[in-house]
């Protein structure tokens, strides 16, 4: 079966060090994800948790491995979808993320990667936060914001719960 793909980049006024902190660091996460709390032993073979807020648990927690861990450039974990009995039965292993952190200049480089992906990660409607190619544009872009304006995105309460 075919795999898909998702790749995301966008420049964050910020230092490396700011944006691995805002990346790893559970209280930071909760601002700028839904109310997400990402939680990591920042180390090969160590623990991720994604946990939903309060009245979300449905939607996660998305917990994995992780698989490489360059503090301040690189970061890959293994996510683990909570995904129907249907959907389950397709998928031969988890799919993987990928934080790349490239310095430049004034400003940082942020690559998402999130590979090893099914035709059902995808969401064919643009106006959901649903599916990986929705969620994950909302929560860098707030990432952004958030690092540059100290402000992240405000998203309407039931658009986010809809979140993946």
Not at 12 to 33: M, Q
Not at 48 to 70: F, T
Not at 106 to 128: A, F, G, M, W, Y
């Amino acid at each position: 079966m075919q795999k898909a793909e998702f790749v995301y980049a966008t420049f964050i006024r910020t230092t490396p060090e700011k944006l691995w902190e805002a990346l790893t660091n559970g209280d930071f996460s909760v601002k700028y994800w839904f109310g997400f709390r990402f939680e990591a032993e920042l180390k090969v073979g160590g623990k991720v948790r994604i946990l939903p807020p309060k009245g979300m648990e449905g939607h996660g927690d998305h917990a994995g491995e992780v698989l490489e861990c360059e503090p301040g450039r690189k970061l890959v974990y293994t996510w683990n979808p909570k995904d129907t009995p249907e959907i389950a039965k397709k998928r031969d292993s988890l799919s993987r993320v990928t934080y790349e952190i490239t310095p430049m200049g004034s400003q940082v480089k942020l690559r998402l990667i999130h590979d090893n992906l099914l035709p059902e990660d995808i969401e064919k409607d643009p106006k959901t936060f649903r599916g990986i190619n929705n969620g994950w544009p909302a929560v860098i872009s707030s990432l952004k914001s958030l690092l540059e304006t100290g402000e992240a995105i405000a998203f309407v309460s039931d658009c986010a719960t809809k979140a993946d």
